[in-house]
């Protein structure tokens, strides 16, 4: 089918024959995605992992599922090189430089505006057209033409051929025909026949003998042959460089009815999608403001809801999730996120754009700005929710939208208690985390998905899930009614039973993590804490401390015992099953990360007098934590502060005899304390909760100062002595030497001090996971490189830290910290 001119005759000489791959009706555009999917995820986090699971995500160590024949989701086909069907070299650059300065040359002595000229060349075009040997045998001639076509195109838009009205029609059929033509695919060809056309056809009077259906037909052919272009990320400059975005952008953000056809925008739409993916593109397009036409299609009073309308939509928020990430506050103006909300409203069941909405809502709510949006208008949030529940078979959409739940559910505690209640969420999540388990299960006993999805996939998906509990969990409200919830809390002790921390990291980490969310809530409807489960968690966690060096594991275990050993059977079990030694043997982690928790469960074990006498005689725990004290800087009062509390706890069994060394360097450990804090007290008084560590840390070293009786230990027999603590009411100095007397144990009437996982509102010595620190290592999956990791850390010393916000992990090489970057702070998108 062509575009005719009225009246024209039957010889075609009057015809723009437009490229269309069939007779009937041009297929729907494939889509491409960018080469690493984004991922939640893990994610997550990112988005994306837990406490409250941070996002970054999630996750990264896998992209994330990504549905089996969706449009927008298949990786875009790349081309393997080889030669055109010409013969000529693949590249165009060189073959375009070299015929560029040969054009320059042939055309220096004959001026293209001379009608003469023009007329010579509209006949080349004419025999070029018809004749395929020639084409084929000369693709310099074809190059040379092509530029002259353009130099022609100029010199009509500068109105330089005022005579003329009609060449450029007949100049623009003659391109057409040309560009229908198989070997006119060659790019070197095709974008300056494409960038002519476009100018010709929306040229005053170049089309006016032809009518509206011949003009969008025409602009179609076009759109179809650079789409077919764009699929090749080898292309995507070419569209810059050649100046076809300011075209594309023109004809999708117009309101004329040649620019109207549907099929068109889809078309237009994925051309920019395609080359959206190029950093370079992309911000020339945010400058020529694509964001906002592409938020014109989307806005609701334009549309109908019809299957049509959600296939230009699919291209429109596909291509609109390019720019999520580096240009969020483009969707923050105006009510551009309630006008995606309606969308996902409109179209409830259009899984494929529904996904696209949710690959937005992943990128935008890894900036806070955004979430701050989210916060304001609690409608997205319940839109988001009715989505998922509504959609929870599909993968890809589950994947994505417990991510952007797992972002949001971190960042404020308002949102947490949206979704657990206005959107029925403390039903919702452990629906969707029990029915992805039992799949999970299936597959993994040699069942088949329906979907074909693979255990790791699941994963995947449970993984966000896992992180969204954890962080809901962070709200009093909803992490009490989380945790008297079984079909939360038996498969969160499923997973951690069956799944190997080698095999399934992310997944392992963010379980212990909601599980030491849910231990916080020592309530009698906790089921936590209910029958065999405290002896079965601590058998679980013994495998985590004792068979892994994973410092993250570690972490997380640690405060999940924290949370647990409030309980005396469960400080027996931990006796019985020698975690004390392994928790004191930490001590010595480089990571304070680390020691902070373990000093935090150690409280706990020293407050029981039945475990102090273990702790001092099975392991070297004062020396240890001597150590800590004096090792710990004079600014983090925190960490000094905790190791004092087990101190403290250990001297109120006045049973228990002391090393005298122990004594005297717990004495000159302490002594030291006041003066540091004094160093440093004037730097750190804008920090209320240090200050208050501060404070309390004097206090405990003053207590147990008296506490610790004066010793004279007599050289040569320091292996002999020790001490009986005195209570606090009798300070005394004893003389210890080979024959000293031990005095009867005294009466502890004084109360241990306990810690345990405290909410993020509040201080404590073992503080739950923030939301920051549970961010996803997914997305994810465009993903964060080690380059990026890289610029983002400082070295201080012989200490690399991460520099992901909310991050205080510190590492001894630049590959632990790189490591560590990828696994937990990578994007899902």
Same mark, same amino acid.
């Given at each position: 089918?062509?575009?005719?001119?009225?009246?024209?005759?039957?010889s075609?000489?009057?015809?723009?024959?437009?490229?269309?791959?069939?007779?009937?009706a041009?297929p729907s555009?494939p889509?491409?995605?960018?080469?690493?999917?984004?991922?939640?995820?893990t994610g997550?986090?990112?988005a994306?992992?837990?406490t409250?699971l941070?996002?970054?995500?999630?996750p990264?160590?896998?992209?994330?599922?990504?549905?089996?024949?969706?449009?927008?989701?298949?990786?875009?086909s790349?081309?393997?090189?080889?030669?055109?069907?010409?013969?000529?070299?693949?590249?165009?650059?060189?073959?375009?430089?070299?015929?560029?300065?040969?054009?320059?040359?042939?055309s220096?002595?004959?001026?293209?505006?001379?009608?003469? @000229?023009?007329?010579?060349?509209?006949?080349?075009?004419?025999?070029?057209?018809?004749?395929?040997?020639?084409?084929s045998n000369?693709?310099?001639?074809?190059?040379?033409?092509?530029?002259?076509?353009?130099?022609?195109?100029a010199?009509?838009?500068?109105?330089?051929?005022?005579?003329?009205?009609?060449?450029?029609?007949?100049l623009?059929k003659?391109?057409?025909?040309?560009l229908?033509?198989?070997?006119?695919k060659?790019?070197?060809?095709l974008?300056?026949?494409?960038?002519s056309?476009?100018?010709?056809?929306?040229?005053?009077g170049?089309t006016?003998?032809?009518?509206l259906?011949?003009?969008?037909?025409a602009?179609?052919?076009?759109?179809?042959a650079?789409?077919?272009?764009?699929?090749?990320?080898?292309?995507?400059?070419?569209?810059?460089?050649?100046?076809?975005?300011?075209s594309l952008?023109?004809?999708l953000?117009?309101?004329?009815?040649?620019?109207l056809?549907?099929?068109?925008?889809?078309?237009?739409?994925?051309?920019?999608?395609?080359?959206?993916?190029?950093?370079?593109?992309?911000?020339a397009?945010?400058d020529?403001?694509?964001?906002?036409?592409?938020?014109?299609?989307?806005?609701?009073?334009?549309?109908?809801?019809?299957?049509e309308e959600?296939?230009?939509?699919?291209?429109?928020?596909?291509?609109?999730?390019?720019?999520?990430?580096?240009?969020?506050?483009?969707?923050?103006?105006?009510d551009?996120?309630?006008?995606i909300?309606?969308?996902m409203?409109?179209?409830?069941?259009?899984?494929?754009l529904?996904?696209? &909405?949710s690959r937005?809502?992943?990128?935008?709510?890894?900036?806070?700005?955004?979430?701050e949006?989210?916060?304001?208008n609690?409608?997205?949030?319940?839109?988001?929710?009715?989505?998922?529940?509504?959609?929870?078979?599909?993968m890809?959409?589950?994947?994505?939208?417990?991510?952007?739940?797992?972002?949001?559910?971190?960042?404020s505690?308002r949102l947490?208690?949206?979704?657990?209640?206005?959107?029925?969420?403390?039903?919702?999540?452990?629906?969707?985390?029990?029915?992805?388990?039992?799949?999970?299960?299936?597959?993994?006993?040699?069942?088949?998905?329906?979907?074909?999805?693979? &255990?790791?996939?699941?994963?995947?998906?449970?993984?966000?899930?896992?992180?969204?509990i954890?962080?809901m969990?962070?709200?009093s409200?909803?992490?009490?009614?989380?945790?008297?919830?079984?079909?939360?809390?038996?498969?969160?002790?499923?997973?951690?039973?069956?799944?190997?921390?080698?095999?399934?990291?992310?997944?392992?980490?963010?379980? &212990?993590?909601? @599980?030491?969310?849910?231990?916080?809530?020592?309530?009698?409807?906790?089921?936590?804490?209910?029958?065999?489960?405290?002896?079965?968690?601590?058998?679980l966690?013994?495998?985590?401390?004792?068979?892994?060096f994973?410092?993250?594991?570690l972490v997380?275990?640690?405060?999940?015992?924290?949370?647990?050993?409030?309980?005396?059977?469960?400080?027996k079990?931990?006796?019985d099953?020698?975690?004390?030694?392994?928790?004191v043997?930490?001590l010595?982690?480089?990571?304070?990360?680390?020691?902070f928790?373990?000093?935090?469960?150690?409280?706990?074990?020293?407050a029981?007098?039945?475990?102090?006498?273990?702790?001092?005689?099975a392991?070297p725990?004062?020396?240890?934590?001597?150590?800590l004290?004096?090792?710990?800087?004079a600014?983090?009062p925190?960490?000094?502060?905790?190791?004092?509390k087990v101190?403290t706890?250990?001297?109120?069994?006045?049973?228990?005899?002391w090393?005298?060394?122990?004594?005297?360097?717990?004495?000159?450990?302490?002594?030291?304390?006041?003066?540091?804090c004094?160093?440093?007290?004037?730097?750190?008084?804008?920090d209320?909760?240090?200050?208050?560590?501060?404070?309390?840390?004097?206090?405990?070293t003053?207590?147990?100062?008296?506490?610790?009786?004066?010793?004279?230990?007599?050289p040569?027999q320091?292996?002999?002595?020790?001490?009986?603590?005195?209570?606090?009411?009798s300070?005394v100095?004893?003389?210890?030497?080979?024959?000293?007397?031990?005095?009867?144990?005294?009466h502890?009437?004084?109360v241990?001090?306990?810690a345990?996982?405290?909410?993020?509102s509040?201080?404590g010595?073992?503080?739950?996971?923030?939301?920051?620190?549970l961010?996803p290592r997914?997305?994810?999956? @465009?993903?964060?490189?080690?380059?990026?990791?890289?610029a983002?850390?400082?070295k201080?010393g012989?200490?690399?830290?991460?520099?992901?916000?909310g991050c205080?992990?510190?590492f001894?090489?630049e590959a632990?910290?790189?490591?560590?970057?990828?696994?937990?702070?990578t994007?899902?998108?």
């Amino acid at each position: 089918r062509g575009l005719r001119a009225e009246g024209a005759d039957d010889s075609g000489s009057e015809e723009l024959t437009p490229m269309r791959p069939s007779d009937n009706a041009a297929p729907s555009p494939p889509s491409r995605t960018p080469a690493r999917p984004p991922r939640p995820p893990t994610g997550q986090n990112g988005a994306g992992y837990p406490t409250p699971l941070p996002p970054g995500d999630s996750p990264s160590r896998g992209h994330g599922y990504g549905g089996e024949g969706s449009a927008s989701h298949r990786p875009r086909s790349r081309s393997k090189g080889g030669m055109p069907p010409d013969g000529s070299p693949p590249s165009s650059s060189s073959s375009r430089r070299k015929s560029s300065s040969s054009r320059e040359r042939r055309s220096s002595g004959a001026d293209a505006a001379d009608p003469q @000229v023009s007329e010579a060349i509209l006949a080349k075009l004419q025999e070029l057209a018809a004749n395929e040997e020639m084409r084929s045998n000369s693709p310099d001639l074809m190059a040379d033409m092509c530029q002259r076509i353009w130099l022609l195109v100029a010199q009509f838009q500068a109105n330089q051929f005022p005579n003329s009205a009609t060449f450029p029609g007949r100049l623009l059929k003659e391109v057409m025909g040309l560009l229908s033509l198989p070997d006119m695919k060659d790019p070197r060809f095709l974008f300056l026949l494409s960038r002519s056309a476009l100018a010709l056809l929306q040229m005053e009077g170049s089309t006016s003998e032809f009518p509206l259906a011949g003009v969008q037909h025409a602009y179609l052919s076009i759109a179809q042959a650079l789409f077919e272009s764009s699929q090749n990320e080898e292309h995507d400059a070419d569209f810059l460089r050649e100046g076809l975005v300011e075209s594309l952008l023109q004809v999708l953000g117009s309101d004329e009815p040649r620019f109207l056809h549907n099929e068109l925008r889809v078309y237009v739409t994925g051309i920019l999608k395609n080359i959206s993916h190029n950093e370079q593109n992309q911000r020339a397009l945010a400058d020529l403001g694509a964001v906002t036409i592409l938020f014109k299609l989307l806005h609701s009073s334009n549309l109908q809801g019809t299957h049509e309308e959600a296939q230009l939509l699919i291209q429109a928020t596909a291509a609109l999730r390019n720019f999520a990430g580096p240009n969020h506050e483009e969707f923050l103006r105006e009510d551009r996120l309630d006008t995606i909300t309606r969308v996902m409203a409109m179209f409830p069941e259009e899984v494929e754009l529904l996904t696209n &909405v949710s690959r937005i809502f992943a990128k935008l709510t890894l900036n806070a700005p955004a979430c701050e949006a989210f916060a304001r208008n609690g409608a997205h949030l319940r839109q988001i929710a009715q989505t998922l529940s509504s959609n929870a078979d599909s993968m890809p959409l589950a994947l994505r939208m417990a991510f952007v739940l797992g972002n949001l559910t971190e960042f404020s505690d308002r949102l947490r208690v949206i979704f657990a209640f206005d959107c029925e969420g403390t039903a919702l999540a452990p629906q969707l985390l029990g029915s992805y388990w039992r799949k999970e299960r299936e597959i993994a006993r040699g069942g088949k998905d329906q979907a074909g999805a693979t &255990v790791a996939e699941v994963d995947e998906v449970l993984v966000k899930l896992v992180r969204l509990i954890a962080n809901m969990a962070i709200s009093s409200t909803a992490g009490s009614t989380l945790a008297s919830s079984s079909a939360v809390v038996d498969p969160l002790l499923d997973m951690l039973g069956a799944k190997k921390i080698t095999e399934s990291e992310e997944l392992v980490l963010n379980v &212990v993590s909601a @599980v030491t969310n849910l231990l916080f809530y020592d309530e009698p409807s906790n089921i936590l804490f209910q029958g065999d489960n405290k002896q079965l968690l601590c058998r679980l966690f013994r495998s985590l401390l004792l068979e892994n060096f994973n410092v993250e594991a570690l972490v997380e275990t640690a405060r999940g015992l924290g949370n647990l050993s409030r309980h005396s059977d469960v400080r027996k079990c931990m006796s019985d099953l020698r975690l004390d030694e392994r928790l004191v043997i930490l001590l010595d982690h480089e990571d304070r990360d680390l020691v902070f928790p373990v000093c935090g469960a150690l409280v706990n074990l020293a407050a029981d007098q039945e475990c102090t006498k273990r702790l001092m005689t099975a392991t070297p725990i004062v020396r240890k934590l001597i150590e800590l004290v004096n090792d710990a800087p004079a600014d983090d009062p925190g960490l000094r502060l905790v190791a004092i509390k087990v101190l403290t706890n250990l001297s109120l069994d006045t049973s228990t005899r002391w090393s005298a060394l122990d004594v005297q360097a717990v004495r000159s450990a302490l002594q030291q304390i006041p003066v540091d804090c004094e160093e440093v007290s004037t730097a750190l008084q804008e920090d209320p909760q240090t200050m208050a560590d501060m404070q309390q840390l004097l206090e405990l070293t003053r207590k147990l100062q008296q506490r610790l009786p004066v010793v004279d230990v007599v050289p040569g027999q320091e292996s002999a002595a020790d001490v009986q603590l005195l209570s606090r009411s009798s300070v005394v100095s004893a003389a210890i030497g080979p024959d000293a007397s031990r005095a009867p144990p005294g009466h502890n009437s004084e109360v241990p001090l306990a810690a345990m996982t405290r909410p993020p509102s509040s201080g404590g010595p073992v503080r739950p996971p923030t939301a920051k620190e549970l961010a996803p290592r997914d997305g994810p999956k @465009v993903k964060v490189s080690s380059g990026d990791a890289k610029a983002m850390a400082d070295k201080e010393g012989n200490n690399w830290g991460c520099k992901h916000p909310g991050c205080t992990r510190r590492f001894a090489s630049e590959a632990k910290m790189l490591a560590h970057y990828d696994r937990r702070h990578t994007m899902l998108s």
